[in-house]
């Protein structure tokens, strides 16, 4: 084993419209790896849309490695499975230059991004429901009277949480997500601008 410094970068396909939750998870996971003897940093990059890199940096190999095997890391890696797919690791040793070259961009994205005011989660929540509950009211409620009004309540309550859950509130999530989260968007912005002139 070497006692260069380790640096590894998980590269991770990130499910459209979780990129806020992503971004606290990494870091989260970074803070969790922090306990861990011989971790020296880490940070949080965007690239593209959906490409994120975690990067993670140990004192030698046998830290990195003693990481990889841990509860602690797999446990993280179990939370994150639901935000996005891992999609490449590598692994470089004695690479301050290049650790340190990715230093501001890093730490441009070091603070997770706040959420959003509650009148814009208001405002896209009522996006989301008023509409099948408009379309249940005028198209199904009528062939119900007869139902029990309690029956009735809650055929209306499991329809539109469906219809809202899987159908309309990821899209609009998607659509309004620079609306809802724009330091992330900034992030995005100040990477792509970095690596194009890289």
């Not at 998980?10 to 306990?35: D, I």
């Not at 004192?59 to 499975?81: I, K, V």
Request: aromatic content about 12%.
């Amino acid at each position: 084993m070497t006692r260069n410094p380790v640096t590894v970068t998980v590269a991770y396909r990130v499910v459209p419209g979780r990129e806020a939750e992503f971004h606290s998870w990494g870091w989260g996971a970074l803070r969790a790896t922090a306990r861990q003897p011989g971790f020296l940093g880490g940070g949080v990059l965007v690239d593209g849309e959906a490409e994120w890199h975690v990067v993670y940096r140990f004192n030698s190999e046998g830290s990195a490695l003693a990481w990889d095997r841990s509860a602690d890391r797999a446990e993280w890696q179990a939370r994150g499975e639901t935000l996005a797919q891992e999609t490449g690791r590598q692994t470089v040793q004695g690479s301050r230059a290049w650790f340190d070259s990715q230093a501001e961009t890093a730490g441009a994205a070091a603070a997770a991004p706040r959420p959003p005011p509650k009148w814009k989660l208001w405002f896209v929540n009522m996006s989301a429901v008023f509409p099948p509950v408009l379309i249940f009211n005028l198209a199904v409620l009528p062939y119900l009277g007869s139902f029990n009004p309690l029956i009735r309540t809650l055929f209306l309550c499991l329809a539109v949480t469906a219809i809202v859950t899987w159908i309309l509130m990821p899209r609009l999530q998607r659509f309004f997500k620079k609306w809802l989260y724009p330091p992330l968007q900034a992030i995005r912005g100040r990477h792509k601008r970095r690596a194009a002139q890289g």
